[in-house]
């Protein structure tokens, strides 16, 4: 995959740069403020970016804003965005164009290399890729949703493992349910929600949305 790396920290971006290029993929190029970033993925128009939610000059959330202005000048490329902390309007601003391609990851998950590389896979496929412990924080978190309110508690853990970015298969797996299992679970979910789209890749990140939603 070409990827664009958008980090201000020296030493987690030349990490991220060499992890990236030791699984065979290429990186061509990296910023270090938002207007490089922005800059850099309009240029290049990566397979994927990993990009910081803080840079440059004020540290707010400049990475973000940058990812969502690339977004819509690129509909669906890909953004896998790094956070310190658990920020859920961040990720609910990222899935908020329906589009899919996004990712939520925090930065001391990229020290797990697999999970990382395997997010970030999914994410360059149109998929999405929650960091779990994003998904146990909104969970713990005790804000309510009232559509999903209506889901069981089995459901609610098949849109939670949706969340992370598995397919069904992978999240039967976790579960050790059948695949027609799970496919029940998640056609039963998408009618609580009053999720209809035919698309399924666009009804998941509909789900996702709602998921990380208040009400």
Do not use: C, W
Not at 113 to 135: K, N, S
Not at 164 to 171: P, Q, R
Not at 186 to 208: C, E, M, P, Q, Y
Request: proline fraction near 3%.
């Amino acid at each position: 995959m070409r990827i664009v790396v958008a980090e201000d920290l020296y030493l987690l971006r030349d990490g991220m740069v060499r992890l990236l290029e030791a699984y065979g993929h290429e990186v061509v190029a990296t910023a270090t403020t938002g207007a490089e970033t922005l800059q850099a993925l309009l240029r290049h128009r990566p397979d994927v970016a990993v990009v910081d939610v803080r840079m440059p000059p004020t540290q707010s959330d400049e990475g973000l804003r940058a990812a969502l202005a690339a977004r819509r000048e690129l509909p669906g490329l890909p953004v896998l965005i790094l956070s310190q902390y658990v920020e859920q309007l961040y990720a609910r601003e990222l899935l908020a164009d329906g589009s899919g391609g996004i990712g939520y990851f925090l930065k001391d998950s990229v020290f797990d290399a697999d999970q990382f590389i395997d997010a970030l896979e999914r994410v360059a496929a149109g998929g999405t890729a929650m960091d779990p412990a994003v998904i146990a924080k909104l969970l713990s978190s005790g804000s309510s949703n009232r559509r999903l309110e209506r889901l069981t508690e089995r459901e609610r853990s098949v849109l939670g493992l949706m969340a992370e970015g598995l397919s069904n298969h992978a999240i039967g797996q976790r579960l050790f349910l059948s695949d027609s299992a799970i496919s029940k679970y998640t056609t039963s979910l998408f009618g609580k929600l009053g999720i209809t789209d035919d698309d399924n890749n666009n009804r998941r990140v509909l789900a996702v949305l709602a998921y990380l939603n208040n009400p």
